[in-house]
């Protein structure tokens, strides 16, 4: 497929940090337009002018994604503006670390907020115009923790299951309609991601790390392409493909035993 987004408009969630920023300036670099959507205004500012000197145009809307009416109000007012979005990246989530049973459930709740609605109501908001107008491409954001079970993330590894199952779904529907649905799986990738999680990175994860840029490339690489999805990095995809010949019980325990220290 290979088709240009230059002069197209797409709008990156988490646009803040981490993989927001590769994505936004991966996409500058092909021309692309951007709106920049994450809670905080003053790093999408700072983004925003470095990739204006690329001569893209650049929006910037700080809004809370796990708020519903946020999400509309961001929506509407993009329409009321003209400003018609042809690439959705859904980049925004975060992860939770710990046992279930003794994790905060408010911490859960925001995670699955984020990580399962916000990306499926936005993508139901932004859908109808691109159908409408015969072309779109909506890049989801999930991991290899969605291709097995996960002690310790059991939340988010359930999370970014549906992430993969509703892409791989989703882009069989649209078929036909000029639209594209994209799902990039990236593994441990160099973002403040543990940080926000609690965890300390395991050997596992350090091996196997990746930098923000090469995920963002290969993953803007595969939705050029017309692929329905991806995993980054040759380690990372032999890993996650690999649990499809194990028991789901053995494969949660091999997962359990690398997120150990």
């Known amino acids: 497929m290979n088709t240009s987004l230059e002069g197209r408009m797409a709008l990156v969630t988490g646009a803040s940090g981490g993989l927001g920023v590769a994505f936004a300036r991966e996409l500058a670099r092909g021309g692309c337009h951007l709106v920049l959507v994450a809670r905080s205004d003053a790093p999408m500012q700072q983004l925003a002018s470095e990739l204006r000197s690329l001569g893209v145009v650049v929006h910037v809307r700080p809004t809370d994604l796990a708020d519903a009416t946020a999400r509309q109000t961001l929506a509407a007012s993009l329409a009321a503006e003209g400003v018609a979005v042809d690439v959705l990246v859904n980049n925004a989530g975060f992860g939770v670390f710990g046992a279930f049973a003794t994790t905060d459930w408010s911490r859960l709740e925001a995670m699955l907020a984020l990580d399962v609605v916000a990306l499926s109501h936005l993508t139901r908001l932004f ?31 359930a999370a970014k299951s549906y992430v993969l199952a509703f892409s791989h779904a989703l882009d069989v529907e649209l078929r036909g309609s000029g639209v594209r649905c994209t799902v990039v799986s990236p593994g441990v990738t160099d973002t403040g991601f543990f940080e926000v999680s609690g965890q300390r990175a395991t050997w596992y994860q350090q091996w196997t790390r990746m930098q923000a840029p090469a995920v963002a490339r290969r993953g803007v690489e595969a939705m050029l392409a017309g692929r329905s999805g991806t995993v980054t990095g040759w380690a990372n995809a032999l890993l996650a493909h690999s649990t499809r010949l194990l028991p789901r019980r053995l494969s949660a325990r091999v997962a359990g035993w690398l997120m150990r220290n």
Not at 130 to 151: D, H, I, K, N
């Open 127 to 157: 859908l109808p115009a691109m159908r409408e107008r015969g072309f779109g491409r909506v890049l989801q954001v999930a991991s290899t923790a969605a291709f097995q079970p996960t002690p310790g993330y059991a939340a988010y590894a």
